[in-house]
């Protein structure tokens, strides 16, 4: 039997965070958390994942510093697919995240058919 898809959600946001974790497990998804970018890169030190689904604005380190982490030096995730999940829909913005590395942009609020259909598109 495959194994499930794990995927690392990043946000500030607790209810966002549960809200992710509830519309990707229904899909059959394995889902861990993290409330923002430098969680996010103590969680990978040790945890393996398919797939990063971050927002932009968070404290500590943004989405797009938590980008150029995973896709910079000689780290393991950089060829890992990452979505930005966010409320910001600049243009500026979405091309300052395909600069940085990311993968795809979804805009909050998601719809979760559509999210996971991304998530499929992106790791399958």
Do not use: C
């Not at 992710?20 to 030190?45: H, R």
């Not at 697919?81 to 590395?101: H, Q």
């Amino acid at each position: 039997m495959n194994k499930p898809t794990r995927i690392l959600t990043v946000d500030d946001s607790a209810s966002m965070r549960a809200l992710l974790l509830n519309a990707l497990s229904a899909e059959g998804f394995e889902v861990a958390q993290a409330e923002d970018g430098l969680a996010a890169l103590d969680w990978l030190e040790g945890n393996e994942v398919d797939l990063v689904i971050t927002d932009i604005n968070m404290p500590r380190l943004d989405g797009f510093g938590l980008i150029e982490q995973l896709r910079g030096g000689n780290t393991s995730h950089r060829n890992r697919p990452i979505v930005v999940l966010t409320t910001e829909s600049s243009e500026e913005k979405r091309a300052r995240a395909r600069a940085a590395g990311a993968t795809g942009w979804i805009v909050k609020p998601f719809n979760p058919e559509k999210l996971a259909a991304a998530v499929r598109r992106v790791t399958y």
